[in-house]
């Protein structure tokens, strides 16, 4: 079964420092990996998605995400924090085939950025 | 350029009373259409979704159901609501499996 997984609920970090938000995935065949941001009482915004190429995928916001198949994982970088960062965020995986499919979510982790 | 329309922004409804969300999309034809369900604020959980007119498949078995009368419609639905079903509910769309666009959801409180 395809799943995502996302170990830590909330982390926290000071303005100005890296974050990190980690993510691992369990797919058959090649996955279709995507990373969306959620404020309160909002809908989700699309930060980024790996198809296939390079590893590294930068997407908005000055978010990056690095993809290691050998260690199913796609976490989600940003070499500087601020505080404006601070919402939840959901890593997913497409699951499908030809050009139907499903968006499986991690249970999300809440980014605290603290001034 | 493609928009999702999902409405009321909010709903407060009693236990018992029927429950119509609706959903549709511009600028594009014959999107995958998804409801989602997110509780407690956390994950997302995937109810239904369609690939075309009439073409529902529901991934949880549940008190709601979904209907797409029209190509780029998309229904949320009840007959008789739970306190459970409380939540807020996200319809998103994609044209295939490289990109998926939300809505801005409704928050569902039953009372």
């Known amino acids: 079964a395809q799943s995502v997984a996302q170990p830590e609920d909330q982390v926290n970090v000071a303005e100005g420092n890296p974050l990190t938000v980690k993510c691992t995935y369990s797919?058959?065949?090649?996955?279709?990996l995507f990373w969306y941001v959620q404020y309160p009482n909002r809908g989700l915004q699309f930060l980024l998605k790996?198809?296939?190429?390079?590893?590294l995928v930068k997407g908005s916001y000055g978010f990056e995400a690095e993809f290691n198949k050998s260690q199913t994982s796609f976490h989600l970088k940003k070499p500087s924090a601020l505080v404006s960062d601070s919402a939840l965020y959901f890593c997913?995986?497409?699951?499908?085939?030809?050009?139907?499919?499903?968006?499986?979510f991690g249970q999300g982790t809440t980014l605290q950025v603290k001034p | 350029s493609q928009t999702i329309h999902q409405w009321p922004a909010t709903l407060v409804q009693p236990v018992g009373s029927p429950l119509s969300l609706e959903c549709t999309v511009e600028?594009?034809?014959?999107?995958?259409l998804y409801w989602y369900r997110q509780a407690a604020g956390r994950g997302l959980q995937l109810l239904f979704y369609?690939?075309?007119?009439?073409?529902i498949s529901s991934e949880v078995p549940q008190n709601l159901s979904a209907s797409r009368p029209q190509d780029r419609q998309f229904i949320l639905s009840s007959k008789k609501l739970l306190l459970s079903d409380s939540g807020f509910y996200l319809c998103?769309?994609?044209?295939?499996?490289?990109?998926?666009?939300f809505g801005s959801g409704t928050r569902l409180t039953v009372v």
């Open positions: 998103a769309w994609s044209r295939d499996r490289y990109g998926y666009t």
């Open positions: 797919v058959s065949g090649n996955p279709y």
């Open positions: 790996y198809i296939t190429g390079d590893n």
């Open positions: 369609s690939v075309g007119i009439g073409q």
């Open positions: 997913a995986v497409s699951h499908g085939s030809g050009n139907t499919g499903k968006l499986i």
């Open positions: 600028g594009t034809s014959n999107p995958n």
